[in-house]
Nanobody, 127 residues
Framework: VQLQASGGGLVQARDSLRLSCATS????????MGWFRQAPGKERELVAATSWRAWRISDTYYRDSVKGRFTISRDNTKNTVYLEMANLKPEDTAVYYCALDMQGRVIATSPDRYEYWGQGTQVTVSS
């Protein structure tokens, strides 16, 4: 399985941005896809995630600081997971990674649970 993240960039506060994570390879029918971010000097943190069971969405998680602003979605026809980010704030500045927990049945917030990672895409929000 390979993940390729894209869509980052330099934006101003209150702007919107959409990140994409193209997936290739075979996945199981139940798994967790997540978006993490890591700012300089900080730990990698889970921003949003969706769990799938039998190819259907089972649960969705959003970090408190992004609730109401970020939306995770998937286009099955394109094997792509998106992170729609609206009303961006300078504190959202980080490298964003998509990640896959192939064996996941519940959404784990620890990055250690995710076996596959995209290469990261930089999001910079200026004030």
């Amino acid at each position: 399985v390979q993940l390729q993240a894209s869509g980052g960039g330099l934006v101003q506060a209150r702007d919107s941005l959409r990140l994409s994570c193209a997936t290739s390879g075979r996945t199981t029918s139940s798994y967790v896809m997540g978006w993490f971010r890591q700012a300089p000097g900080k730990e990698r943190e889970l921003v949003a995630a969706t769990s799938w069971r039998a190819w259907r969405i089972s649960d969705t998680y959003y970090r408190d600081s992004v609730k109401g602003r970020f939306t995770i979605s998937r286009d099955n026809t394109k094997n792509t997971v998106y992170l729609e980010m609206a009303n961006l704030k300078p504190e959202d500045t980080a490298v964003y990674y998509c990640a896959l927990d192939m064996q996941g049945r519940v959404i784990a917030t620890s990055p250690d649970r995710y076996e596959y990672w995209g290469q990261g895409t930089q999001v910079t929000v200026s004030s």
